[in-house]
């Protein structure tokens, strides 16, 4: 593009570097063989010859190898791998010509699959470094794959085979937001050091009128500020920088498969389990339905493999703020949630067609920086049950009510004024409440715990977002002449560090929802 437009105005920068490559920078194949034979004949002492069996060790194995590496453009990048592990199948013993001639039908057939291995990757650096008014920021996303399908044992195919898969979602920011203030004349005199002003000679020869010249302002002269407006503009522009780290890591496995691999580790007969599981998509349990109703599940009833499914969430983001000389404040947001599920499905009868989803667990953590300094300076008397106790206390019957007109199934008050299900010792009632008064929140307001959680990504703490910490620091002092001749360095500075987390939480194999309400 960069032949066609000839204007050199930085606003066309972006079309101007367009370039798209159309064929792929790396195309790789390699197939490994591998036969070892070996043979092993006792001696037989004091025996007849031959009374002892031959023993052998052999194998044969052939194992092909894939890769692709594609520029697709200087931004996008994608990387393909996979590797196809074969087994040559071959009569015990030593081989007579017939079977030799059937090893070498299985070697042209490519051998009998046992692992399939896959993993793909791509990359996008987005090109805002091309736009003027947003050259002051990176970002970068990605996503990773791989998929995994591995054969069952030959004395136990009927358990079928097993399917896996992960995915990796991954966001990058940086926002660098001094260069951005550098774009503007006056924003930069703010961290400029005016020059000393130099009087100029008057010239008394040349000027004869004793009138006053106007002089012409230079327009690149910088622009000098008094103090107070620097220091109004600090305060206005003390964000410097912005990081934003997201990633999301999920995979699923499903045993009892009973489908061949032919292409991409799919049989592109059947289609199956389909170009979006095998790059990474993590299905739901109607996808583990559908290949029941397919017959691509194993029947046999001594089945007995739990499917797993998990999920991993995590969130940083970092800023600093400057708003006057060796004065930094450095903030911090985090949040970090993780869960799994497994659960068995099986038929239960026998190749009976009836598949039946039995024990589904699920559990999890969840981590998010909080703030939690409200009642932290209370103050307590000794042997007395503080005001803040006494608060959570209340806040139980509150939060019961709540929960209680929610769920379709309660709605019922108790004799000792809670809801039926929700009584004062209820996990569901404990944590709001507890929440509600060491914070200080309203408990009306209160976020309540998620009770219908269908997916892994699903959070039953959702309501509870991350609040950010912070570290001030105060490295001025040194400049102090009373102190440059004590301290070479003299720093302050103070923290504050809150996490509210679950360290762990696990659903209840006594759940029941017949209506479907989100509810137990």
Not at 152 to 158: E, T
Not at 293 to 310: A, H, I, M, S, V
Not at 426 to 434: E, K, R
């Amino acid at each position: 593009m960069k032949k066609v437009i000839k204007s050199k105005t930085t606003w066309l920068s972006l079309i101007k570097d367009i370039n798209i490559n159309p064929m792929p920078s790396l195309l790789g194949f390699r197939a490994d063989m591998q036969r070892q034979f070996g043979a092993f004949r006792p001696r037989n002492v004091g025996g007849p010859k031959g009374g002892l069996p031959e023993t052998y060790d052999k194998f044969f194995t052939f194992d092909r190898i894939y890769n692709l590496r594609w520029d697709l453009t200087k931004s996008i990048n994608i990387d393909y791998s996979a590797t196809n592990k074969a087994w040559v199948d071959e009569a015990s013993g030593r081989l007579d010509n017939a079977e030799r001639k059937k090893l070498w039908d299985n070697v042209w057939k490519g051998g009998r699959t046992i692992s399939y291995q896959q993993s793909a990757n791509a990359t996008y650096t987005l090109p805002t470094n091309k736009l003027p008014l947003l050259d002051w920021t990176t970002m970068r996303v990605g996503y990773n794959s791989t998929y995994n399908w591995l054969g069952a044992s030959l004395i136990a195919r009927s358990l079928g085979n097993t399917l896996a898969n992960t995915q990796q979602k991954n966001v990058t920011g940086e926002f660098d937001f001094g260069r951005l203030y550098s774009k503007s004349r006056i924003l930069r005199a703010l961290d400029e050091t005016a020059p000393p002003v130099q009087p100029k000679p008057i010239d008394k020869a040349s000027d004869t009128t004793g009138k006053k010249k106007k002089v012409k302002r230079d327009p690149n002269a910088p622009v000098v500020l008094g103090a107070g407006v620097k220091f109004i503009g600090g305060i206005l522009t003390a964000l410097k920088r912005v990081s934003l780290n997201y990633s999301e890591n999920a995979g699923t496995t499903i045993y009892g498969y009973t489908d061949s691999t032919r292409l991409l580790g799919m049989n592109y007969r059947t289609y199956a389990p389909g170009m979006g599981f095998v790059f990474g998509g993590q299905p739901d349990t109607n996808f583990v339905s559908r290949l029941a109703n397919r017959g691509l599940l194993t029947g046999d009833p001594e089945f007995n493999f739990l499917n797993k499914q998990e999920f991993n969430q995590k969130l940083s983001v970092t800023a600093q703020l400057i708003p006057i000389r060796d004065f930094t404040i450095d903030v911090n947001l985090d949040k970090t949630f993780g869960k799994t599920y497994s659960e068995l499905y099986k038929d239960t009868i026998g190749y009976s067609g009836k598949f039946a989803r039995l024990s589904p667990y699920a559990g999890g953590s969840f981590s998010v920086s909080f703030i939690s300094f409200q009642t932290l300076f209370e103050n307590v008397s000794v042997n007395q049950v503080s005001a803040t106790f006494k608060q959570f206390e209340a806040n139980r019957k509150i939060i019961s009510e709540r929960l209680g007109k929610l769920n379709g199934y309660s709605g019922q008050l108790q004799t000792d004024g809670y809801y039926k299900g929700y009584g004062k010792y209820a996990q569901d009632v404990l944590i709001p409440a507890f929440i509600s008064a060491y914070t200080g929140k309203d408990p009306m307001t209160i976020a309540l715990i998620e009770q219908s959680n269908p997916q892994t990504r699903s959070n039953p703490f959702k309501g509870y977002l991350p609040r950010p910490n912070w570290r001030v620091t105060y490295s001025g002092l040194s400049r102090i002449p009373a102190l440059q001749s004590i301290f070479t360095n003299f720093t302050i500075s103070h923290a504050y560090n809150s996490t509210l987390s679950m360290n762990s939480f696990t659903s209840s194999l006594l759940f029941q929802d017949p209506l479907r309400v989100g509810y137990p």
